[in-house]
T-cell receptor
Framework: DAKTTQPPSMDCAEGRAANLPCNHSTISGNEYVYWYRQIHSQGPQYIIH???NNETNEMASLIITEDRKSSTLILPHATLRDTAVYYC????????????FGSGTQLTVLP | DAGVTQSPTHLIKTRGQQVTLRCSPI?????VSWYQQVLGQGPQFIFQYYEKEERGRGNFPDRFSARQFPNYSSELNVNALLLGDSALYLC???????????????FGSGTRLTVV
């Protein structure tokens, strides 16, 4: 699976959009981008995933650049409960069995 | 419906001892994976079981072993504990068979193991 690079930490004001970047410059054509988050003292939680088109669900939006070398997870209206470590994972759906986590981005939503 | 249940939630062991951690997957889920999360790092894959068979193993020593039972619950065993085994041990269950994608994983809250 391709490696990812994320900033170690970010702050965001409550109610504002949180934009979390992820670099995956070595991504292959059949690899998807997945986002998970881990709230303190809990297990990771799936957020969203995509291949090359932008995706949106009830939790977040995922914007993937046209060359697919980077992506951004957008939390449109961040709340204090969104404070967590966010992990960007790149993997081939249908081949690798496990999730390979990096160090993630610690997002702190400030009141 | 109950989520992924792990027990115990916290555990303190002495170096050299053995420990067994338990995981009950979501009802109907046949796949169970184990991860180790050291403080400040992301989870690292240890094992995956599907239909009671080992389907994947991470880069961990033979002191780590696991099994899955007919009811799909699972145990992770660690022998000859080292201080470096202190970590949060996470269990994830999925209704998907290995290779069907990552969206189906549901994690438990983990077992915090401290080795002294």
């Amino acid at each position: 699976d391709a490696k990812t690079t994320q900033p170690p930490s970010m702050d965001c004001a409550e109610g504002r959009a949180a934009n979390l970047p992820c670099n995956h410059s070595t991504i292959s054509g059949n690899e998807y981008v997945y986002w998970y988050r881990q709230i303190h003292s809990q297990g990771p939680q799936y957020i969203i995933h995509g291949l090359k088109n932008n995706e949106t669900n009830e939790m977040a939006s995922l914007i993937i650049t046209e060359d697919r070398k980077s992506s951004t997870l957008i939390l449109p209206h961040a709340t204090l409960r969104d404070t967590a470590v966010y992990y960007c994972i790149v993997r081939v759906a249908g081949s690798a069995r496990q999730l390979t986590f990096g160090s993630g981005t610690q997002l702190t939503v400030l009141p | 419906d109950a989520g992924v249940t792990q027990s115990p939630t916290h555990l303190i062991k002495t170096r050299g001892q053995q420990v067994t951690l338990r995981c009950s997957p979501i009802s109907g889920h046949k796949s169970v994976s184990w991860y180790q999360q050291v403080l400040g790092q992301g989870p690292q894959f240890i094992f995956q079981y599907y239909e009671k068979e080992e389907r994947g193993r991470g880069n961990f020593p033979d002191r780590f072993s696991a099994r899955q039972f007919p009811n799909y619950s699972s145990e992770l065993n660690v022998n000859a504990l080292l201080l470096g085994d202190s970590a949060l041990y996470l269990c994830a269950s999925s209704s998907l068979s290995p290779g069907q994608g990552a969206t189906g994983y549901t994690f438990g809250s983990g077992t915090r193991l401290t080795v002294v």
